[in-house]
T-cell receptor, first 114, second 116 residues
Framework: AQSVAQPEDQVNVAEGNPLTVKCTYS??????LFWYVQYPNRGLQFLLKYITGDNLVKGSYGFEAEFNKSQTSFHLKKPSALVSDSALYFC????????????FGAGTTVTVRA | SAVISQKPSRDICQRGTSLTIQCQVDSQVTMMFWYRQQPGQSLTLIAT?????????ESGFVIDKFPISRPNLTFSTLTVSNMSPEDSSIYLC?????????????FGPGTRLLVL
């Protein structure tokens, strides 16, 4: 069975500072990893994904994530956070190409203060 | 990416009644999914809806409580039956646009349900 852990319920940063949202995963096969963001009263928006290839993937709104196989991690990063980045962030995993089911982490609430 | 709409966007219902949620996609998709997000919680997959076959339900979800229809490749409905306050959640549909395993799931805006 696959699972995702987001160890931090909340992350607070000042605008302009680096932002990191942590995610670790567990799958039996090759992980397909995703980050989504949910703004208040909105649905989930796709940010980025890792399937294969370069361990550093870039996505929407200046976000990037680094896949680390040895640490089974896929942390989301942004070099300079904006107040508008304040939202709920979800990491998700699926177990390779033959499993379409997404398993989501519990979510991390990011607050960026001006 | 696919553009997905849901109706209604929100509703307040009385216990014991049923609500049908519609999900419409702007392109033909093979796989559609229904998720539940309970207050302050993460997303949980309810079922997978494929056109021309019965929905596949996840553990803890049954067809009598959450009947699903998938009449064509752009549309699906989820009914929440005999509702109780515990059914108060956000219900989201998502699509796997091409059916290819590497494709991303895109989500609709969600339906916010409050059961009194």
């Amino acid at each position: 069975a696959q699972s995702v852990a987001q160890p931090e319920d909340q992350v607070n940063v000042a605008e302009g500072n680096p932002l990191t949202v942590k995610c670790t995963y567990s799958v039996s096969g090759n992980p397909y990893l995703f980050w989504y963001v949910q703004y208040p009263n909105r649905g989930l928006q796709f940010l980025l994904k890792y399937i294969t290839g370069d361990n550093l993937v870039k996505g929407s709104y200046g976000f990037e994530a680094e896949f680390n196989k040895s640490q089974t991690s896929f942390h989301l990063k942004k070099p300079s956070a904006l107040v508008s980045d304040s939202a709920l962030y979800f990491c998700a995993v699926r177990d390779g190409p033959n499993d379409y089911k997404l398993s989501f982490g519990a979510g991390t609430t990011v607050t960026v203060r001006a | 990416s696919a553009v997905i709409s849901q109706k209604p966007s929100r509703d307040i219902c009385q216990r014991g009644t049923s609500l049908t949620i519609q999900c419409q996609v702007d392109s033909q998709v093979t796989m559609m999914f229904w998720y539940r997000q309970q207050p302050g919680q993460s997303l949980t997959l309810i079922a997978t809806a494929n056109q021309g076959s019965e929905a596949t339900y996840e553990s803890g979800f049954v067809i009598d409580k959450f009947p699903i229809s998938r009449p064509n490749l752009t549309f699906s409905t989820l009914t929440v039956s005999n509702m109780s306050p515990e059914d108060s959640s956000i219900y989201l549909c998502s699509v796997d646009a091409t059916g290819q395993s590497q494709e991303t799931q895109y989500f609709g805006p969600g339906t916010r349900l409050l059961v009194l």
